[in-house]
């Protein structure tokens, strides 16, 4: 009997490591593994687009000033999945709000901001350690730097929103690595947006 006798048609193109389910294993292992890792795939997305739409104006600013009010708005009110719902709020305001507008996005986030400490404060967040007083100070400290940056010239407004994404790429990654104030998809996610796209903001700046 010879060896294609033996075997049927075409395991013998396969090899001994390479069974016929092997690739239809493979196919299912990256399927996990993006399923697993399916804020870190939307985070490239999103950042991609909004390096492309954006261009490091007022809007990425807007939306850099954001990223820390999601974390005040989860510590608040104690929900770290409101934090999704903060967001989408945030961005639906950026998409309704006409970038003609006299009225800045970032200011409406920082009144956000000034009701989600009030209410926090009243159901007596402030005295639970990482939540509502560590997300205030994060709230100023990046806020600032976002406002400074809408009131200087453009190179140095880049830089400044450039620094402010990826120190907040830090902050989500302490949060994320703690497992604390926010979903640890949403920290996943906000950390992969806020490395990318300051790192795109920074190229671009060096390139020009």
């Known amino acids: 009997m010879t060896d294609k006798e033996r075997f049927p048609d075409g395991l013998l193109d396969c090899g001994a490591d390479d069974p016929p389910h092997a690739h239809r294993n ?45 974390y005040l708005g989860a510590a608040a009110l104690d ?69 400074a940056a809408l009131y200087v010239d453009a190179d140095l407004g880049g830089y400044l929103v450039a620094i402010a994404l990826l120190g907040h790429a830090a902050w989500d990654a302490y949060h994320y690595l703690r497992d604390r104030v926010v979903a640890r998809s949403y920290a996943e996610w906000c950390a992969v947006v806020d490395l990318l796209a300051g790192t795109a903001v920074l190229f671009v700046l060096f390139m020009t």
Not at 118 to 133: S, T, W
């Open 26 to 70: 493979e196919g299912r292992r990256w399927t996990s593994v993006l399923a697993r890792r399916w804020p870190t795939a939307l985070g490239v997305a999103v950042a991609a687009l909004t390096v492309f739409d954006l261009r490091g104006g007022t809007e990425l600013a807007a939306l850099t000033m954001l990223m820390p009010v999601v």
């Open 79 to 147: 929900r770290r999945r409101l934090a999704w719902v903060v967001l989408l709020a945030g961005v639906a305001v950026l998409a309704l709000v006409p970038s003609s507008s006299e009225v800045a996005p970032s200011i409406g986030f920082l009144a956000a901001a000034l009701v989600f400490f009030v209410v926090g404060a009243a159901r007596g967040e402030l005295r639970k350690p990482g939540g509502l007083a560590l997300q205030t100070v994060g709230v100023l400290v990046f806020g600032s730097i976002v406002l």
